[in-house]
């Protein structure tokens, strides 16, 4: 089949490469256009548009609405849309125009966690088990008819990177089968089930922030959940202008036998760094104080001095 492919971060490329791989044509990638990003704010290419080049792909960057990009769609001829992440809504218009329909890969088992974190979401609700869909995309959140599932075990210590990388690399398999069948006319899609719907909305930098008074468990979860974007963090104590600075936290250790500190309550050793939470102590990893780069808790506590390390993160909140 000719295809065109719609995806932008870096979950989405091995999708784009496993199609370059396969018996199908991709003829043009649909990505976002460039973005400005670290210190200098350059314009920086989204991760499958460098993928695609490398592979000699046209690219466009149109944002998908009105006449002209629907003619420019026709143009391509193509008989079916994979998209994978792709981060812009499709008018319907732009939905008629392949022959088999726009062909969505979803890192979630829909219709559990519809929306544009569901790995994330997976994490920090506790699930045990998430996996991948494909689907046809209608107007509805994530809610079109699929074409086919795969799972994968959510393990103790997987952060939302870790998860994502596993399930970007079965998913793109997924969606390599879901396009052969539907190209030999073997495959029905089926209407989502109407129970066990649960959506997952964009992680902002609120939700990242570290609860030091909910339960441990809770706290490993929305620290690997949010590991590594956006960035679990939590505030030092006000230096003398008055203003708390904030500390990047990467993933924690829960630590059962100790008890006895209260929630952000710190204490440090030579080896680790502890922090009390709503149950029992939870020992940091690496963390990153503004402006510098991630550093071990440890290394972080010596520097740091009494007045810091004898204190409550997130007093101030």
Known sequence: MRLLFAGTPEPAVPALRALLDSDHEVVAVLTRADARAGR?????????????????????????????????LRELDVDAAPVVAYGHLLRPDVLAVPRLGWVNLHFSVLPAWRGAAPVQHAILAGDEVTGATTFLLDQGMDTG????????????RDTSGDLLDRLATSGAGLLVAALDALAAGTL?????????VSVAPKITREDALVRWADPALAVDRRVRAVTPAPG?????????????????IGPVTPRPETTDLGPGQVRATKAEVLVGTGTHAVALGTVQPVGKKPMAAADWARGAGRAVVDAVLGGDR
Do not use: K, M, N, Y
Not at 145 to 156: C, D, H, N, Q, S
Not at 188 to 196: C, M, R, S
């Open 145 to 156: 008819p699929v074409l086919g599932t795969a799972t994968e075990t959510i393990r103790p």
């Open 232 to 248: 679990a963090w939590t505030t030092l104590p006000p230096g003398p202008d008055g203003d708390a600075a904030r500390l990047g």
């Open 188 to 196: 029905a899609p089926q209407p989502q089930p109407g129970d066990g």
């Open 40 to 72: 200098g704010r350059r314009l920086v290419p989204s991760p499958v548009r460098t993928a695609a080049e490398e592979a000699g792909i046209p690219v466009l960057t149109d944002v998908p609405r009105g006449e002209e990009f629907v003619a420019r």
